[in-house]
């Protein structure tokens, strides 16, 4: 067999080399300009833009809770589970003062979000907005928050010692209770509530602030008055 002479050879060596270099640089193109489609595919549009958890509740009043002057220059969304400790410390030691200096006074609107972080809380977030149907959310949460034992608190006997202690019409809280309606909206809180980064609770949002865990009332009072001062 004739052998291929060595100038041939080293020129097909080359051509394998340059054919390399062109498929590599072709594959380095493709990267770059799948990578380029792919971040302006992700990438948040106007109309993409996360909606704030106050701008929810604005829009879905039936998955929300609000207490306070509609023009307050602070709204505050809470977001709280009925199972969680730090919530309880909250509504048990710093809701009511909060809502006396803030909320009373025309200063803070306060919104609440009904939220549980899981599956053991739905039914209590479900049965704080059909508290909400009877305009009490606010007074059946610290009621339920103020039951100590989670035994308790977190069942169908715990929901109704807290609609009878603020006075519901109970029918009607059965009966709300009884179809379920408002379980979905705590799901879709709880999405709505993920997507805006809540990872704990209870978490607080105070226009662009945020607070997160157990706060004294100081904590909120430094915040609000910054807030106000600003605008």
Same mark, same amino acid.
């Given at each position: 067999?004739?052998?291929?002479?060595?100038?041939?050879?080293?020129?097909?060596?080359?051509?394998?080399?340059?054919?390399?270099?062109?498929?590599?640089?072709?594959?380095?193109?493709?990267?770059?300009?799948?990578?380029?489609?792919?971040?302006?595919?992700?990438?948040?549009?106007?109309?993409?833009?996360?909606?704030?958890?106050?701008?929810?509740?604005?829009?879905?009043?039936?998955?929300?809770?609000?207490?306070?002057?509609?023009?307050?220059? &602070?709204?505050?969304?809470?977001?709280?589970?009925?199972?969680?400790?730090?919530?309880? *410390?909250?509504?048990?030691?710093?809701?009511?003062?909060?809502? *006396?200096?803030?909320?009373?006074?025309?200063?803070?609107?306060?919104?609440?979000?009904?939220?549980?972080?899981?599956?053991?809380?739905?039914?209590?977030?479900?049965?704080?907005?059909?508290?909400?149907?009877?305009?009490?959310?606010?007074?059946?949460?610290?009621?339920?928050?103020?039951?100590?034992?989670?035994?308790?608190?977190?069942?169908?006997?715990?929901?109704?010692?807290?609609?009878?202690?603020?006075?519901?019409?109970?029918?009607?809280?059965?009966?709300?209770?009884?179809?379920?309606?408002?379980?979905?909206?705590?799901?879709?809180?709880?999405?709505?509530?993920?997507?805006?980064? &809540?990872?704990?609770?209870?978490?607080?949002?105070?226009?662009? &602030?945020?607070?997160?865990?157990?706060?004294?009332?100081?904590?909120?009072?430094?915040?609000?008055?910054?807030?106000?001062? *600003?605008?």
């Amino acid at each position: 067999m004739a052998k291929t002479p060595p100038q041939r050879r080293k020129k097909q060596q080359q051509t394998r080399e340059t054919n390399w270099l062109v498929i590599g640089g072709l594959i380095v193109v493709s990267l770059v300009v799948f990578g380029g489609l792919l971040f302006l595919a992700l990438r948040p549009t106007a109309s993409q833009t996360v909606q704030t958890l106050a701008e929810f509740c604005e829009s879905n009043p039936q998955n929300c809770a609000v207490i306070g002057n509609e023009d307050a220059p &602070v709204t505050m969304v809470e977001v709280s589970d009925f199972g969680c400790s730090h919530c309880t *410390a909250f509504h048990n030691n710093t809701a009511d003062d909060l809502k *006396a200096e803030f909320v009373d006074s025309g200063t803070l609107r306060w919104v609440a979000l009904p939220y549980a972080l899981s599956a053991t809380t739905v039914p209590a977030a479900g049965a704080a907005l059909c508290a909400g149907e009877q305009d009490n959310y606010f007074g059946f949460a610290n009621a339920l928050f103020a039951i100590e034992s989670l035994d308790v608190r977190l069942t169908a006997a715990g929901f109704e010692q807290a609609a009878e202690s603020i006075g519901l019409d109970m029918d009607a809280f059965r009966s709300c209770m009884d179809d379920g309606r408002n379980l979905d909206l705590v799901n879709t809180n709880r999405d709505m509530a993920r997507t805006n980064r &809540v990872s704990g609770t209870p978490t607080f949002f105070l226009n662009d &602030v945020t607070l997160t865990g157990e706060q004294p009332l100081s904590a909120f009072a430094q915040t609000i008055n910054s807030l106000v001062a *600003a605008q």
